[in-house]
């Protein structure tokens, strides 16, 4: 699990989805359940899973989604089920709940419609994870690899986890720890405005990261069907990133000495989380009641410091912000079914916090360092939504979902421009669903959403390393969306699986970098842009093909934004915005062996990252690229060799730096081509 840090073409208001049906015999397609395509466990072997988040990754045709980041416990979020509930919690916790599960208390696995589940925010397909009582299970992993890249080795990779119980009673216990080892290594080369070269520089970078979590969760079923559910996590963070960048101008005939730059950065951080839930029956209904409360502390100090071989007084900055964010969310939700139809009520309110404290020092004449006035501030937001869901289904191959609620919110700032504002917004969702073949399906949406909030943005802070300072801009509100969509499902037989996806979005409110004053520039809303994409997942198998025991998986988003640029009037890009995600994996179980093997490929592109006063964009060629060699049974444990980054990937970054706006003319830019080195690793795997 990852955790660190750092057109007029319209295809009109659809989306076009393929996901599929599974090509696999033991698959079988229940028109009475929901249009549920149900795989047996046994499909799965073949794989030697350990975890219930091992079988999901090997679901034909599907891929876990684990949702935008969103706002509260409502609508929305990951598209994965647990014995036909879903994961009470927030974006990762869907995988660390599947990661919990032993593979061998997996029952079967189905691929639902989410539209006919009547659960709110869910459409197209949805996986539900079918479970079994059996004693203690548990499974470990353990992963070690060296690079030649100049970095330590790293060996305390590891995941263990561990649960129990009846039908009554479960519990589960995890612990994970999550390693980074990467160093960075190139030249860079800086130009003036008339592209004549100033500086040449060697960069050397080291990412050293570690973060243990401990989580655990405990299920209660009652004689009456009650059930309770209580979770909790509690993470830590130690992450340093260091660059040491070897300045020669005076090669290229500067008169500027030779220097050597540092920058160390420490990230320090503790999270915990507690949240539960509660469901009983009351009246002709169903009762759940939800509770999170979350504390996340953090303390990040990036420090800048240029020495001189003249033996000039060395420069430098120092910034230290130390943040204690909180949330705490409670829910009710009521669910009552009339014949074919099913209706459900909730209400949902929130508190969340951020308290910043800032250090800013400076080096003076002297090359000591001198505290310099830096504000403190705290933003908090008290919000309450309503929201009522509907949901029918008129045949087996017609279903529908709608959604209408409201939404209010009140944000407050304190500090030099504190300021307290209240918002209601509407919100809601339609969504059709036509199974027009057993193998092939359709489905169609609209949705009001209401975006999610950074805190962060709201604050000062200071970027020491590339200057990238951000004003305080106490106005910034969640942008708005109109989501147009259409879904279609298809299976191809033994052949394999397809997905397929298009989307329009209509933004308001949109968050990108405005002005603030004469010269400041901070996060803000712009008046309106949109996002266009499609999206394209499928599973094709060997089997047709001569090749049994094979299978290559797809993934593909194209996307493409436009928004307003607030100084030059003139569409662009929406900062940072993805445009490009390209996976292949190929894997191949050799049948009547307990050998696999395979690779796979990435190639990712985001759009440039936009600021009143520069540019910034990374490309990464000719992409990341791996091999793997597994045996399957090696005293009932799976080894797995795997060599990464054979195609020699390269980070290749530009930036650009204006006299004062992007209006102005061009300062200089700074060309960069980073190496990552070749990495080896051996992963154990094993079931307990």
Request: with cysteine; proline share 4%.
């Amino acid at each position: 699990m990852t955790y660190f840090p750092i057109s007029h073409v319209c295809c009109g208001t659809f989306f076009l989805a393929v996901c599929t049906t599974s090509p696999v015999a033991a698959q079988q397609q229940d028109a009475t359940s929901n249009n549920a395509a149900t795989y047996d466990i046994s499909e799965f072997e073949k794989f030697t899973p350990r975890t219930a988040l091992d079988i999901a990754q090997q679901v034909p045709g599907f891929t876990i989604d684990v949702g935008e980041k969103r706002r509260g416990l409502g609508e929305g979020g990951a598209n994965v089920l647990i014995d036909s509930k879903r994961v009470t919690g927030k974006t990762e916790d869907v995988l660390n709940a599947l990661s919990r599960i032993s593979a061998g208390n997996v029952v079967r696995v189905e691929v639902l419609d989410g539209t006919t589940l009547g659960i709110p925010g869910l459409s197209g397909p949805v996986l539900n994870i079918v479970r079994k009582a059996g004693g203690i299970q548990g499974s470990f992993a353990y992963v070690a690899s060296v690079r030649t890249d100049r970095v330590p080795l790293q060996f305390g990779k590891i995941n263990f986890s561990l649960s129990g119980g009846d039908d009554s009673l479960g519990w589960s216990l995890a612990f994970d720890h999550d390693q980074r080892r990467i160093a960075l290594s190139g030249p860079e080369y800086v130009r003036d405005g008339d592209g004549t070269l100033t500086d040449v520089r060697n960069d050397l970078q080291r990412h050293i990261g570690d973060q243990p979590t401990f989580s655990a969760a405990l299920r209660r079923s009652g004689p009456g069907g009650d059930i309770l559910n209580l979770n909790a996590e509690l993470r830590f963070l130690w992450f340093k990133l260091t660059e040491q960048s070897l300045r020669f101008g005076s090669d290229i005939g500067q008169t500027e000495p030779e220097r050597i730059r540092e920058l160390v950065s420490k990230l320090g951080r503790t999270r915990y989380k507690l949240g539960g839930d509660y469901e009983t029956g009351l009246g002709k209904g169903q009762l759940k009641l939800i509770g999170l409360h979350s504390m996340d502390a953090t303390s990040l100090e990036p420090e800048v410091t240029t020495f001189f071989s003249d033996g000039s007084v060395p420069t430098g900055t120092l910034f230290r912000r130390d943040a204690v964010a909180s949330e705490t969310i409670a829910r009710v939700e009521y669910g009552w079914s009339t014949d074919s139809s099913s209706w459900q009520f909730a209400l949902e309110g929130a508190l969340n916090s951020l308290d910043v404290n800032n250090t800013l020092a400076l080096r003076d004449a002297s090359g000591v360092l001198q505290p310099a006035d830096f504000p403190d501030s705290k933003v908090s937001e008290q919000r309450t939504e309503g929201v009522l869901n509907y949901a029918r289904t008129f045949s087996p191959e017609l279903s529908i979902q709608a959604s209408v609620g409201m939404e209010y919110s009140r944000i407050r700032q304190s500090g030099t421009q504190g300021l307290v504002r209240s918002f209601m917004r509407p919100k809601g969702s339609l969504d059709l669903t036509w199974n027009t073949t057993p193998d092939f399906n359709l489905s169609a949406g609209v949705a009001r959403e209401v975006g999610q909030l950074d805190f962060f943005d709201f604050i000062a802070s200071v970027d020491p390393n590339n200057g990238n300072d951000n004003s305080s801009n106490p106005e910034l509100v969640p942008p708005q969306s109109w989501i147009f969509d259409m879904e279609g499902t298809l299976a191809l037989g033994n052949w394999g699986n397809i997905s397929s996806r298009a989307y329009l979005q209509w933004i308001t409110d949109i968050v990108d970098q405005v002005p603030i004053g004469a010269t400041g520039q901070a996060p803000g809303n712009l008046e309106s842009g949109r996002r266009i994409g499609v999206e394209w997942t499928s599973t094709l198998l060997g089997e047709r093909a001569g090749l049994p025991g094979a299978k290559l998986d797809t993934s593909l988003v194209l996307e493409s934004s436009r928004l307003v640029d607030p100084l030059t009037g003139q569409r662009r890009e929406i900062t940072g915005n993805r445009q490009r995600r390209l996976k292949l994996v190929f894997r191949h179980d050799i049948p009547g062996s307990d050998i696999a093997w395979g690779g796979s490929w990435q190639s990712d592109r985001d759009a440039a990252m936009v600021r009143l006063d520069s540019t910034f964009c990374e490309t990464r060629d000719p992409g990341q690229a791996e091999l793997f060699l597994e045996h399957k049974s090696i005293f009932g444990l799976t080894l797995r060799g795997s060599v990464l980054n054979i195609l020699d990937d390269k980070r290749n970054s530009g930036r650009l730096v204006f006299d004062g706006r992007r209006t102005g003319s061009l300062l200089f830019s700074e060309q960069r081509k980073l190496d990552e080195g070749l990495k080896f690793q051996v992963e154990l795997k094993g079931s307990l």
